[in-house]
């Protein structure tokens, strides 16, 4: 029957004879490890970050039986890695155990410095420049004020100046509010203009300034208060808020010291002076004696709001001149002196005097 089947060819270049099929066998798994190590390492997937330029740092793949350090189908890292370079510089070979996020820790710029990382990620940290420029982004609208205090007079123009910065070049909607029990809106604007009806009170007497100032014009002092702006840009996507306080006061006319009489005796009982002033407003006395504030001594009473000196049991030491200073936080104002003469209280003869009375 054997004589009757085809006979098998037998081959003659020895491959798979004894030790040179092994060679073989061992040549082709040198040969897959060459192609393994030649070939573009796989991507393990990732999360894209943005703005993350270059390619990603260090690679790891999966080689066959042979390759130091591997087994069939085991991820083996390549020994001879060599170090990314980005737009500002190398990068470090090591694959980021998480991914980063954040604007911030994905960019790099070209000129930042050489051989830096971070340490989550490998990933240049971004220059000063950008870090500065992506905090003023965030912050939204930035409001300044060169003084949280206005000081006003009545009848004159108050200016509530403020400055605000934002990155969006769209008109900001302006706000000012008087800060009461229940808020007052004073006014709103879109720029310069204004929008809605202004409350009688304010009418023909309120202007909105191209930096977000407030003019108001005449005062009156129900103006005073804490005035609150806000400053939205991009249907208050970024709002900027700042508060400044207005006083309104009627400066201090001239005052003058009110005496009943120039003259007074020694040892009377009480002698009064009284400083006097027209107009003024939120008015602080302060009285002296030679131009000078007067010493603390018992027998000087004050009012209580020290418009009204009162020497009780007048002595000789009080034969002097006296004028009252008058003060408010817009003006001041000082009296004439007025001349106090004391008179000794002399006895009848015969008459002894008082114990502690100078003779």
Not at 297 to 310: G, H, V
Request: a positive charge; charged letters at 20%; glycine letters at 10%.
């Amino acid at each position: 029957i054997n004589a009757f089947l085809p006979k098998k060819k037998k081959r003659t270049n020895g491959l798979f004879k004894g030790n040179q099929t092994r060679a073989y066998v061992k040549g082709s798994q040198a040969g897959r490890a060459a192609r393994c190590l030649a070939a573009p390492a796989p991507q393990p997937p990732r999360r894209t970050l943005p703005a993350a330029p270059g390619p990603r740092p260090g690679s790891v793949r999966s080689c066959p039986l042979g390759v130091p350090g591997g087994r069939p189908g085991s991820p083996a890292a390549l020994t001879k890695a060599r170090p990314c370079r980005g737009p500002g510089g190398p990068l470090s070979t090591q694959a980021p155990a998480g991914a980063t996020r954040g604007l911030l820790a994905a960019s790099t710029r070209r000129g930042a410095p050489a051989g830096r990382s971070l340490q989550d990620g490998g990933i240049a940290a971004p220059s000063p420049g950008l870090r500065k420029e992506t905090e003023r982004l965030l912050a939204g609208v930035n409001i300044t004020s060169p003084s949280a205090l206005v000081r006003g007079t009545a009848g004159k123009a108050a200016l509530l100046s403020v400055r605000y910065a934002s990155a969006s070049p769209d008109k900001p909607v302006v706000k000012w509010q008087l800060k009461r029990d229940k808020p007052v809106t004073v006014v709103q604007s879109i720029g310069t203009e204004i929008i809605g009806n202004l409350r009688p009170d304010y009418r023909d007497r309120i202007r909105v300034l191209e930096n977000g100032s407030l003019l108001i014009s005449p005062l009156q002092l129900a103006d005073e208060g804490a005035y609150e702006v806000e400053v939205s840009i991009t249907d208050d996507t970024f709002t900027g808020e700042k508060t400044i306080n207005l006083t309104v006061d009627i400066p201090i006319s001239k005052p003058q010291v009110l005496v009943a009489s120039s003259t007074v005796l020694e040892l009377s009982e009480f002698f009064t002076l009284n400083c006097s002033h027209e107009n003024g407003t939120k008015p602080t006395y302060t009285w002296l004696k030679d131009g000078r504030p007067l010493s603390n001594d018992s027998r000087l009473l004050l009012s209580p709001d020290q418009k009204i000196l009162t020497i009780t049991r007048v002595l000789m030491a009080d034969d002097d001149v006296y004028s009252c200073l008058v003060e408010n936080p817009i003006s001041h104002g000082r009296s004439i002196p007025v001349k106090l003469t004391v008179y000794r209280k002399m006895c009848p003869q015969g008459w002894p005097l008082l114990a502690g009375t100078p003779g």
